[in-house]
């Protein structure tokens, strides 16, 4: 079982151009959209949040059970759901303003345990930066590595979203002995300062950078092996990042690899198809509107392929 622990939100998707375009509401969240990508590539995924009991909470538990994500783990409350307005620029990258005053994902709480087999916790995005959630997230990251559960974690930084940029870079440093796969965009490494190579030094069995069309990126204590981007046209690259978490966890997980002994093990060879199958996920999600991440029968054969 891989759990993703933090918000499920809505998207405000412009329809159109112009600062008055409607808006289509869209089920996201880089957790949200990280858990549906792994249950659509078939791994037992558990979602563990807090999400409102208005109807867009509804909506949101509705998509994840749909892709077969357990949701007994997420917790309820009459507060309004987080709303993320999207803006999609020529070249199909999106960017975010968000309304998450008062909002039911900031007042999580870490549960007493995790789901029963599980084998990896995934964090990242809002979650750990709006507080009183963001400090129980982090509780509950420290309390799974303390028990050897592997952890991942993707800062995916949304800048308007914290005050205080140095103190949040501090404490990204001090996630980093309890992080086992720490994954960002270059645009993400670039915001926190250091370098992969430091930041491995500091507890990760392996960093992944990913650059857009440009391909991804991996660093481990025994070198680096980097892939091209698959060549796509883009509609939009909504829950891109998203997606290649999914399909990491995914692929680790296929290997038997979700523990940072078993990740240091991995050669050249099990990375290149790593990233591969990362990339290739991660493009067919670009190739339509909105996270719609892949379903295991669109990469049939590719984590294999040599």
């Known amino acids: 079982m891989i759990v993703v622990a933090g918000e499920a939100l809505i998207d405000l998707v412009p329809q159109g151009t112009g600062a008055l375009a409607s808006l ?16 659509r590539l078939g791994s037992p995924t558990a979602f563990c949040s807090r999400t409102s009991s208005d109807a867009f909470g509804e909506a949101l538990l509705d998509g994840l059970r749909r892709d077969g994500v357990d949701v007994s783990a997420v917790q309820r409350g009459p507060e309004p759901t987080t709303l993320a307005v999207a803006t999609v620029d020529a070249g199909g990258s999106a960017a975010y303003s968000f309304y998450v005053d008062g909002t039911a994902d900031r007042l999580f709480t870490a549960p007493a345990a995790l789901p029963e087999g599980t084998r990896a916790v995934s964090f990242g995005t809002c979650s750990l930066v709006l507080e009183p959630g963001a400090t129980a997230y982090e509780e509950l990251m420290r309390a799974a590595a303390a028990q050897g559960v592997f952890t991942a974690l993707d800062p995916n930084i949304r800048p308007g979203l914290i005050p205080d940029p140095d103190a949040y870079r501090a404490r990204f440093r001090r996630w980093l002995p309890s992080v086992s796969l720490l994954k960002l965009s270059a645009e993400d490494a670039e915001w926190l300062g250091g370098t992969p190579r430091e930041w491995l030094a500091e507890g990760p069995a392996a960093v992944v950078i990913t650059h857009g069309g440009d391909g991804l990126t991996v660093f481990t204590r025994d070198g680096e092996h980097s892939v091209p981007g698959e060549k796509i046209d883009v509609v939009d690259t909504i829950g891109a990042g998203d997606t290649v978490n999914a399909a990491l966890l995914h692929g680790l997980a296929v290997r038997d690899a979700l523990s940072p002994h078993a990740v240091a093990r991995l050669g050249a060879d099990d990375w290149t198809a790593l990233l591969r199958f990362a990339a290739r996920a991660a493009a067919i999600t670009c190739s339509r509107a909105g996270a719609e991440p892949p379903y295991a029968s669109e990469l049939a054969g590719v984590l294999d392929a040599d």
Not at 25 to 38: D, R
Request: hydrophobic share 45%; proline share 12%.
């Open 24 to 39: 289509r509401p869209a089920l996201g969240g880089g957790p949200f959209n990280t858990a549906v990508a792994l249950g």
